[in-house]
């Protein structure tokens, strides 16, 4: 169990801006947890990834709450992240947020999902939790250009998956999707109390 707490992750140390150029505050992922349980990522700002801002593989019921992912410690400014904003690949029952609404992450500006929880076609992963999260604008839950340039939430191969309560708006590609569900695939999600579209 680790505990990553209030780092600035491929920024100026101000938690703005780029230290060394456009996309390259990292080499690739700024967090990645690999079969790893138990983790805490909390109040830490995360962007300019050549690939995901945070990365769960095979990583089981680790929580973040209160990230900047792809936004500046002001949350009005963006840094993205190459890839997703979160990818979990293969992880069970990881928070995403939580009860509390200052336990919500906004994690927008990415230039691909700003979640995405996939299992594989052999094995869903499992009960996942998404809650009181801004995905696709700013710190003020606004703004028309703070959306992800793909899907706000994909899931994929994903089971027992609750998404409540989030703000999911501007992202390019559209709010929620579930793809590959069905019969062994990803059944039992739940999406209640999310407003999608809108600031």
Same mark, same amino acid.
């Given at each position: 169990?680790?505990?990553?707490?209030?780092?600035?992750?491929?920024?100026?140390?101000?938690?703005?801006?780029?230290?060394?150029?456009?996309?390259?505050?990292?080499?690739?992922?700024?967090?990645?947890?690999?079969?790893?349980?138990?983790?805490?990522?909390?109040?830490?700002?995360?962007?300019?990834?050549?690939?995901?801002?945070?990365?769960?593989?095979?990583?089981?019921? *680790?929580?973040?709450?209160?990230?900047? !992912?792809?936004?500046?410690?002001?949350?009005?400014?963006?840094?993205?992240?190459?890839?997703?904003?979160?990818?979990?690949?293969?992880?069970?029952?990881?928070?995403?947020?939580?009860?509390?609404?200052?336990?919500?992450?906004?994690?927008?500006?990415?230039?691909? *999902?700003?979640?995405?929880?996939?299992?594989?076609?052999?094995?869903?992963?499992?009960?996942?939790?998404?809650?009181?999260?801004?995905?696709?604008?700013?710190?003020?839950?606004?703004?028309?250009?703070?959306?992800?340039?793909?899907?706000?939430?994909?899931?994929?191969?994903?089971?027992?998956?609750?998404?409540?309560?989030?703000?999911?708006?501007?992202?390019?590609?559209?709010? !929620?999707?579930?793809?590959?569900?069905?019969?062994?695939?990803?059944?039992?999600?739940? !999406?209640?109390?999310?407003?999608?579209?809108?600031?």
């Amino acid at each position: 169990t680790n505990n990553i707490l209030n780092n600035r992750v491929g920024t100026l140390s101000t938690g703005t801006g780029n230290p060394v150029g456009a996309n390259g505050g990292q080499q690739n992922i700024g967090i990645l947890i690999n079969g790893s349980t138990g983790n805490t990522l909390n109040a830490n700002v995360i962007g300019n990834a050549k690939s995901h801002g945070v990365s769960l593989v095979s990583a089981n019921t *680790n929580t973040l709450t209160a990230n900047l !992912i792809g936004l500046d410690i002001n949350g009005t400014g963006k840094i993205p992240n190459n890839g997703d904003g979160v990818n979990l690949l293969s992880s069970n029952s990881n928070n995403i947020g939580g009860v509390n609404a200052a336990n919500g992450n906004f994690i927008s500006a990415n230039k691909l *999902n700003g979640v995405t929880i996939a299992g594989t076609s052999g094995l869903a992963t499992t009960g996942n939790l998404v809650q009181n999260n801004y995905i696709g604008t700013n710190k003020n839950g606004v703004g028309s250009t703070f959306g992800n340039e793909g899907l706000g939430i994909a899931l994929s191969y994903a089971n027992t998956t609750q998404i409540l309560a989030n703000v999911v708006s501007k992202n390019t590609l559209g709010g !929620i999707s579930l793809s590959n569900s069905g019969t062994n695939a990803g059944t039992f999600n739940t !999406i209640n109390s999310n407003i999608i579209g809108f600031d």
